[in-house]
C-alpha cells in the first residue's frame, strides 16, 4: 500500500516542443518534454525531475497530388502528443519533405535520399575534423580573434565552437558576456562576407538553444532574429541558384538541338555536293 500511495504523489506532464523533419527520412519528428515532480503528504514539491525526448513520426503517401491537408490531419491522428491547433505547423513540415523529396526526374526513392545524407554527413564530418584542439584556458585567445580579420574570425569561432559543443562547458561559456556580445557582433556585421563563419557562429548558439535555461540570454541578444535573417538569406540564394542552373540547362539542350540541326544540315550539303560531282 505503501508503494502505492508513492506513486500517487508523482505528478507528471508533459511540455509541448518543438516540430521539425527528420534530416533523411520521410518523417517528422517532435520534441517534447517530461517532468515530474513528487510531492509530500502535504501537497508539497519535493523532487523535480525532467527529460527531454523525441518521437518519431514516419509519413507515407508522398507523392505528386497528394493532399497535404488530409495528409497532415493523419499524422496528427496518429500521434496524440501533437495537439490539433498545431495541424497548419505540420502541413507546412510535409509541403516541405514533399519538395525535399522531389527532384528534377520525379522522386527520389528512400534508398538514393539515405545515401544522398550519409556522403552530406560525410563531409560535414570531414569539415568538423578541427586542426587545432581547443581548451577552456585559452578562450581569452579565441575571443581576441574575433577582431581580427574574417580568416582570423572563422578560426576563432571555430574553436570556440569546439567548446560549445561540450555541455559541461556551457554554464562557463554563458557567463562570459564579452564572448556572447562578441560573437553577435560579428554574426551582425558580416554573416554576408562568410558562410564558414555565419554557420560556425550560428551552431555556437543553436548548443546553447538546447537547454532551455539559456534562452532568455540569447533572447537577450536577439538571436533568434539575427539567425532567421540569416537562413532567410540563404533560402533566397539556394533557390536563385536553383532558378540559374534549370537556365543554363535549358540553354544546353537549345545549344543541342542547334548542333544537331547543324550537323543534318552540313550532312545534306555534302550528299549535294557529292550529287553536282
Known amino acids: 500500500m505503501a508503494g502505492q500511495g508513492d506513486t500517487d504523489l508523482v505528478q507528471k506532464r508533459v511540455l509541448d516542443g518543438p516540430l521539425d523533419v527528420h534530416p533523411s527520412k520521410n518523417a517528422v519528428v517532435l520534441h517534447y518534454r517530461v517532468e515530474a515532480v513528487a510531492l509530500s503528504e502535504y501537497g508539497e514539491p519535493m523532487i523535480a525531475d525532467s527529460k527531454d525526448c523525441r518521437k518519431i ?31 497548419p505547423e505540420v502541413q507546412q513540415l510535409l509541403v516541405y519533405l514533399k519538395n525535399r523529396k522531389q527532384t528534377n526526374s520525379g522522386f527520389q526513392d528512400d534508398d538514393a535520399l539515405q545515401a544522398s545524407s550519409s556522403k552530406i554527413q560525410k563531409q560535414m564530418d570531414d569539415l568538423e575534423t578541427p586542426l587545432e584542439k581547443a581548451t577552456m584556458s585559452g578562450l581569452d585567445s579565441y575571443l581576441e580573434l574575433l577582431y581580427e580579420d574574417i580568416p582570423a574570425k572563422i578560426k576563432g569561432t571555430g574553436l570556440i565552437l569546439q567548446l560549445a559543443r561540450v555541455p559541461d ?109
Open 57 to 87: 513520426i514516419n509519413v507515407t503517401g508522398l507523392i505528386a497530388g497528394v493532399d497535404i491537408e488530409h495528409l497532415a490531419r493523419h499524422v496528427v491522428s496518429q500521434c496524440p502528443l501533437i495537439k490539433p491547433s498545431r495541424l
Open 169 to 277: 562547458n556551457l554554464i562557463e561559456l554563458i557567463t562570459n558576456e564579452s564572448q556572447f556580445s562578441a560573437l553577435s557582433r560579428v554574426l551582425r556585421d558580416d554573416w554576408k562576407k562568410s558562410i564558414d563563419l555565419s554557420t560556425n557562429i550560428i551552431y555556437i548558439f543553436f548548443c546553447f538553444s538546447t537547454f532551455s535555461d539559456f534562452h532568455p540570454k540569447l533572447a537577450q541578444h536577439k538571436v533568434g532574429s539575427m539567425c532567421m535573417l540569416v537562413l532567410e538569406h540563404e533560402v533566397k540564394r539556394y533557390q536563385s541558384l536553383q532558378e540559374d542552373l534549370v537556365a543554363k540547362r535549358k540553354d544546353c539542350i537549345h545549344m543541342r538541338g542547334m548542333e544537331e540541326g547543324a550537323w543534318r544540315l552540313l550532312t545534306d550539303l555534302q550528299q549535294i555536293v557529292v550529287i553536282l560531282e
